[in-house]
């Protein structure tokens, strides 16, 4: 149990049955009335977004969640098979949870795996990942139409934007919540 005074980003409650990470908060003192907080929620497992607004210090229940370090050892008809590094128990994990991470992850990468009641919530990638460039139409000296960029699609089968000198077969780092080419990977 905690207040709405103790709300930081990251931190999941549990309200009316169901969980939601607090995305967003803001302390407000308005010159009349009580202070409240207005805060910004995203359901999980599911992804739906809310605005909500608590007066300040209101008790709200703080889900206990799991954090576990797991490895991604492959993907399985529609599921994705986890291993937990410390038990190396294994956990097949849906699409629906895996969500946006599937882009960006391959065999044996690192990832930190959120469990409620033994049900896992959602998946946090490490900040960039390293991804081979598996076509890219060669860079034209000079074509600056596009901004200086050119699509690429990497080994995990998403498309993204790289500067026009980033040849086929490179390494590159991708960032993995928003997707954008970061530099190439240092090998």
């Keep these: ?3 709405t005074n103790d709300l930081k980003n990251g931190m999941t409650l549990e309200i009316e049955g169901k969980l939601w990470t607090v995305v967003e908060f803001q302390h407000v003192k ?5 202070a409240f907080v207005r805060t910004k929620l995203k359901q999980v ?3 739906k977004v809310i605005d909500r607004t608590f007066n300040a210090g209101l008790k709200v229940d ?4 799991e954090k576990r ?3 991604f050892l492959y993907r399985d008809g529609d599921g994705f098979v986890f291993m937990d590094t410390q038990s190396y128990d294994q956990m097949t ?3 629906e949870v895996v969500g946006d991470a599937a882009n960006y992850m391959l065999e044996n990468v690192e990832a930190l795996v959120a469990v ?4 896992p919530l959602y998946i946090d990638l490490p900040a960039s990942v390293e991804l081979t460039i598996t076509y890219t139409e060669p860079g034209l000296q000079g074509d600056r139409s ?3 960029t050119k699509p690429a699609t990497v080994e995990t089968g998403i498309q993204i934007q790289v500067p026009l000198f980033i040849k086929q077969d490179e390494k590159v780092l991708v960032d993995t919540r928003t997707g954008a080419y970061l530099g190439r990977a240092n090998s």
């Design 1 to 3: 149990m905690a207040t």
């Design 30 to 34: 308005p010159g009349k009335g009580p």
């Design 45 to 47: 497992p599911g992804g």
């Design 62 to 65: 703080v889900a206990q969640l």
């Design 69 to 71: 370090d797991m490895q």
């Design 93 to 95: 994990i849906s699409p």
């Design 116 to 119: 409620h009641e033994g049900n």
């Design 146 to 148: 596009s901004g200086g």
